[in-house]
């Protein structure tokens, strides 16, 4: 069996005869007593993919009261260019608790199965699935009991946040949606195309090319190119009526990340189709900087922005 490594990242390495093997940082387990103001446990979405999830409650849905509080919830979906990644990295733990905490919301953040084995559309449905689980288990998950399933949000960084922006999509087509998606948060969210950004034709922007082009050739289907529609947010078929019923957007993007660009084509694409969206730059700051950082002053200032945008809708 040839073995010759024929692409890698940080945390995969993807040999010839179609395998990867990924590079799993340091993660934190689920704990069920408070922490910083949040508590968390793992749950099974569906064995049979697997698909499993981390929920984070907030402390306010511990104080003993006549009538719990009624708190939004924000599905998370990780980012990792659809190959790697999970809830239970370090980095997403911490900062999702402290999102829990300080926006006093339910976050459901979801671990779907992963391309090259898993190629899209597989994420799409498996994070969509999470709508229906959560309407499901609300009546028997006492962690659900306070959830207002006429408040949900969808977010996520990087292909996260692409992934965000299709099951919204799918959310508005399914006429039996069992909850209210008010608004989507994508982080420096995950697109591309056949045609070359401006940014990606500079000079030295090949490294980050080349790498973005490694996941996306593992993660879209095989015959595809970066104009699937899954990639390519132009080439989705969206009817005028489904734009019409598209979600609040708070995109995300930051000043030194590669996808910057991508992100500011996003919102400007969504904007011409009468979406209600805001796009807000953080500065001095590259991509997922909360996730690697997610105690940093920025990552705080985004937890507020979004807690914000959540308490707004």
Known sequence: MDTTVTGSSEFIKVFSDGTVERFIPETAPASLDLYNGYKCKDVTIDPSKPITARIFVPSTTTVAATKPPSLPVLIYFHGGGFCIGSTTWLGYHHFLGGLSANA???VL???????????LPIAYKDCYTSLIWLSQQKPTESWLENADLSRVFLSGDSAGGNIAHLVAIRAIRDKECPVRVRGILPIHPYFGSEKRTELETKDGSAKEVESNDMFWRLSI???SNRDYEGCNFERMEVSLSEWSR????????AELDFLNERGVMYAEFLKKKGVKVKIVETKDETHVFHVFRPNSESTRVLQ?????????L
């Open 109 to 119: 953040s979801i671990d779907y199965r992963l391309a090259p084995e898993n190629k």
């Open 246 to 253: 598209f979600p609040n957007v708070l995109v995300f993007v």
């Open 304 to 312: 507020n922005q979004m807690k914000e945008f959540i308490h707004g």
């Open 221 to 223: 289907p095989e015959g």
């Open 104 to 106: 006093d919301s339910i």
